[in-house]
T-cell receptor
Framework: DTGVSQDPRHKITKRGQNVTFRCDPI?????LYWYRQTLGQGPEFLTY????????KSRLLSDRFSAERPKGSFSTLEIQRTEQGDSAMYLC???????????FGPGTRLTVT | GENVEQHPSTLSVQEGDSAVIKCTYS??????FPWYKQELGKGPQLIID?????GEKKDQRIAVTLNKTAKHFSLHITETQPEDSAVYFC???????????FGGGTRVLVKP
């Protein structure tokens, strides 16, 4: 299967801990997006990369959040000092350029206790 | 920024009937409108999309229509089957914002 993959699928952590998620996009896609989805809501844009460059960040992305895509392939999303409000599904998507079809991974469900 | 409204929030239909979900958007510069199906515990799956230079697109039992003047677009599912039960999301792409904005979702239940 050559779709978007995410790891881990589930993460339970205690408040105040740091967590890191990984996303592997479809190999030829140069754009990679991160979204957050809370229960009963649509995905909300967090940030995106064009190759290795992070080009836009939502105001939802507080300074506790950082994302990287060091070689223009996989990406990581780190949350420092997690809070209960960070509990959500974190989705990654990739596309071949802007305005093209975005394909989503299965998501990482984060629970902060 | 872009705002996408989606209705209804829940939709219950009898197997074999049609289902229609409607979305409106606010940014007249939006030019790409995908629809996603999300099953429990999974990521959204792209099922159909339409671009602003097209008024209608069909793929088997699924069709999407776009009215640019009114800034609304709709998903039509005909001959619904139990496996169509899921949450459906509409979205709008704004080239200015370089991102997709999603509607709030419609939970569709197809009763056998």
């Amino acid at each position: 299967d050559t779709g978007v993959s995410q790891d881990p699928r589930h993460k339970i952590t205690k408040r105040g801990q740091n967590v890191t998620f990984r996303c592997d996009p479809i190999s030829e896609h140069n754009r990679l997006y991160w979204y957050r989805q809370t229960l009963g809501q649509g995905p909300e844009f967090l940030t995106y990369f064009q190759n290795e460059a992070q080009l836009e960040k939502s105001r939802l992305l507080s300074d506790r959040f950082s994302a990287e895509r060091p070689k223009g392939s996989f990406s990581t999303l780190e949350i420092q000092r997690t809070e209960q409000g960070d509990s959500a599904m974190y989705l990654c998507a990739s596309s071949l350029g802007g305005g093209s079809e975005q394909y989503f991974g299965p998501g990482t469900r984060l629970t902060v206790t | 920024g872009e705002n996408v409204e989606q209705h209804p929030s829940t939709l219950s239909v009898q197997e074999g009937d049609s289902a229609v979900i409607k979305c409106t958007y606010s940014d007249s510069a939006s030019n790409y409108f995908p629809w996603y199906k999300q099953e429990l515990g999974k990521g959204p799956q792209l099922i159909i999309d339409i671009r602003s230079n097209v008024g209608e697109k069909k793929d088997q039992r699924i069709a999407v229509t776009l009215n640019k003047t009114a800034k609304h677009f709709s998903l039509h599912i005909t001959e619904t089957q139990p496996e169509d039960s899921a949450v459906y999301f509409c979205a709008a792409w704004s080239a200015a914002g370089n991102k997709l904005t999603f509607g709030g979702g419609t939970r569709v239940l197809v009763k056998p």
